[in-house]
DNA sequence: CCTCTTCTGTACCGTTCGGTCAAGACCATG
DNA sequence: CATGGTCTTGACCGAACGGTACAGAAGAGG
């Protein structure tokens, strides 16, 4: 039979796609297999246990992207000011390449996962409070800085939900912009 | 046979509770029928398109609520910076007591529902037109208003997300606090 | 060459899906 | 008391679901 000598992170990047389009229910294996080329026998040699596992897997490679390229200015910041610019700047390039979706948000909705629950929260938490950390360090009050994070990143979720409500991406780049402007305000 | 005389109206809060909690996708009738305990039947009768006709149904409901409740203050505002108020404690009340789902953001994602699209897109863009219009003539100017406006909605839509994640109602409570006080920063 | 492991396609399983239907129960009329 | 329209039920349908089983094909190592 063929053997087109598939890599699991391929896989793992073309389920997330589909995953994006389709959202978790409405991604069923036939839908898979048709807009990946990728059968069951693969998809389960991959994922041995079905669909929760797939998810766990595009869920973890978003969470690796994020960490490398999000979050890793925020983790020793020697330019606090500099560090918010070029994590927003990522984070807008990444939702603007992947269609203005992002699947841990789509993981807040359709209930009835606890499974991923944890993996959501963390993800967001550790978001909010490595942006809020870099805010503080660059001269906000503690408080006011968390706030300001908080904002942030539902700034940017939010114009998510709108940007495909209004089929409209410069929503992204404008929301975006002024997030990162009013993160830094006040400051030298 | 039992006959619990429904009302339509009482059906389609039953089914937006339901939604919410579940997503349309996850939301199957069985489910509908269980935590509703409204028969096949009874939902076929009241909505003859089946599982579409329930959604419109229910996105019918909410719109017509943001209508009476949270657009109505800025279709003829006196004082519009207290309409600009009143919008925003009705937007908060409302997600508050609805477990932070907004059912028109959920129809944003697991896409291929086409059907919807238009009543979701003039959703927000009233949303964002209406408030954008009152900021504006609160005194702030055109381009700024609608910036401004753009940025409210999608910091409430994405405190909607945040909330959820952390599992912490009180994200809403203060993004949407701040974003009250942003919309009318600098006017008398 | 043989063999073992790693993939891949496909037929198939039981379950659940959205949707239909005929028949029964209730209420408003006469 | 009849009658007709308005609900409501529960059994039922074909299709699609997620998942399994297994045989076959392609490398790697000997």
């Not at 390039?93 to 606890?114: I, N």
């Not at 409209?168 to 997030?179: A, C, N, Q, Y």
């Amino acid at each position: 039979m063929a053997r087109t000598v598939l890599d699991r992170a391929d896989a793992v990047r073309a389920l997330a796609g589909v995953f994006r389009k389709r959202g978790f229910d409405g991604a069923s294996l036939s839908v898979v297999q048709q807009e990946t080329g990728i059968g069951r026998g693969s998809l389960y040699h991959f994922f041995p246990d079905g669909k929760e596992d797939m998810a766990r897997a595009v869920l973890e490679e978003v969470r690796a992207w994020f960490d490398e390229q999000v979050f890793a200015p925020l983790r020793t910041p020697e330019d606090p000011a500099a560090a918010v610019g070029a994590t927003m700047r990522a984070v807008e390039e990444y939702f603007l390449s992947r269609h203005c979706v992002c699947l841990y948000a789509v993981m807040t909705l359709g209930q009835d996962r606890p499974a991923h629950a944890e993996a959501v929260r963390s993800y967001f938490a550790d978001w909010v409070e490595l942006l809020a950390r870099t805010v503080e360090q660059a001269g906000v009050a503690g408080d006011e800085a968390r706030a300001r994070a908080v904002d942030a990143v539902a700034a940017v979720q939010g114009a998510l939900v709108l940007a495909r409500a209004l089929d409209d991406d410069t929503v992204v780049t404008g929301v975006v912009d002024r997030s990162r402007r009013r993160l830094l305000d006040g400051l030298g």
